[in-house]
């Protein structure tokens, strides 16, 4: 695995541990989990993010994709290759599709951006080692590395 794969893994799963001992309190039956995609039939699009956090039992329903008005939070891990999809396209379409947070982590810089409700129009800047807030959690981005 390459460095850069590999930060982006270890981001994904630093995250989603918090978030996931998290969420009982705040969203119980809620899960972080990074192998679903949200669909919104109107816009055409499927995106695929980094990690999601929803209701647990969408997993066990019938539907192939989470429905965006389902999906509390979306992670995106800035790739190398293609930034400006992770900064530019898919803030656009969460905010389209109605998903109220939109964290992004970029390893590029050791920075990030939460974009917060309604239509992702509020931005809050971080580095790495902050703790920061992402609608109802908290999450320490200290354990994050950059692509080194």
Not at 101 to 111: E, K, S, V
């Amino acid at each position: 695995m390459t460095s850069a794969r590999l930060s982006a893994a270890i981001a994904v799963l630093r995250i989603a541990r918090q978030l996931n001992a998290r969420l009982p309190t705040t969203h119980p039956d809620y899960i972080a989990y990074h192998g679903a995609d949200p669909e919104d039939t109107g816009l055409g699009r499927l995106r695929n993010p980094d990690l999601m956090v929803f209701p647990e039992a969408t997993l066990t329903g019938e539907q192939s994709a989470v429905l965006p008005h389902e999906v509390l939070l979306v992670v995106e891990v800035v790739s190398k290759s293609n930034p400006e999809n992770d900064y530019r396209d898919k803030v656009h379409d969460y905010a389209a599709t109605g998903i109220p947070f939109h964290l992004i982590i970029d390893p590029r810089t050791g920075t990030g951006v939460v974009h917060d409700e309604p239509g992702c129009t509020d931005r809050a800047r971080f580095v790495f080692g902050d703790k920061v807030a992402v609608g109802p959690c908290t999450i320490d981005t200290s354990g994050l590395l950059t692509y080194a």
